[in-house]
């Protein structure tokens, strides 16, 4: 083992992770952006996204790799169904907490329903969505790890391999990066988050 091994699969990692979590926004934020106007709707997505989260990781590998096999495409796509309940949930909350007035005045010079969402409510609402996909991200880091025991490449390939061989160094070749980047990602979207909040206000 050396340094382009650990690199060679904190890019696979970083690949699963990103893959994930990018559809989970690709199609989270416009489904709890649409939510914020159908209460009945809303309930009813609500508590899919609240049973999808509630299923142990290992359960979802277990039923998703009966469609995309033993590899990375079964990780991939748990984060993102993981991913989606934060990322909902947090787009609805922040949407929905929009001052009113602010779209108001929007409507009164003008604004389309397009404008408003886009210029308005999105922009003042993205502290909250990014609050949401910082979890979802934390989280990812972690469903990756686990998807070894799926075939599925990364850090926790390392982490595994050294638990088979009692190699205490390639263990720690893994564990210390994922909890590096969850640490670093949780103080990076944190940052960012407060950056972005001051600029709406």
């Known amino acids: 083992m050396n340094f382009s091994d650990i690199g060679n699969a904190l890019l696979v990692h970083l690949r699963i992770v990103f893959t994930g979590i990018f559809f989970g926004c690709l199609i989270g934020i ?19 996204v609240d049973i999808i989260q509630t299923v142990p990781t290992l359960a979802m590998f277990t039923f998703l790799m009966l469609i995309f096999g033993l590899n990375n495409s079964t990780v991939i796509f748990s984060i993102f169904l993981y991913s989606l309940f934060p990322i909902v949930r947090n787009t609805y909350t922040g ?10 005045a929007g409507r009164g010079i003008g ?29 990812a880091l972690s469903i990756a790890t686990t998807g070894v025991l799926i ?45 972005i909040s001051r600029r709406s206000k």
């Open 95 to 104: 949407i929905k907490e929009v001052d009113k007035g602010v779209i108001r």
């Open 151 to 195: 075939g599925a490449g990364g850090l926790g390939m390392l982490i595994w391999r050294g638990i088979q061989t009692r190699n205490m160094k390639m263990m720690l070749s893994g564990a210390i990066p994922v909890s590096l980047l969850a640490i670093m990602f949780d103080i990076l979207l944190s940052i960012l988050e407060k950056r």
């Open 30 to 48: 416009p489904i709890g952006s649409l939510l914020r106007e159908h209460k009945t709707i809303s309930q009813i997505i609500f508590t899919i």
């Open 111 to 139: 604004m389309t329903e397009m404008q408003i969402y886009f210029k308005l409510e999105l922009p003042l609402a993205m502290p909250v969505i990014l609050s949401g996909v910082r979890l979802a991200l934390i989280s």
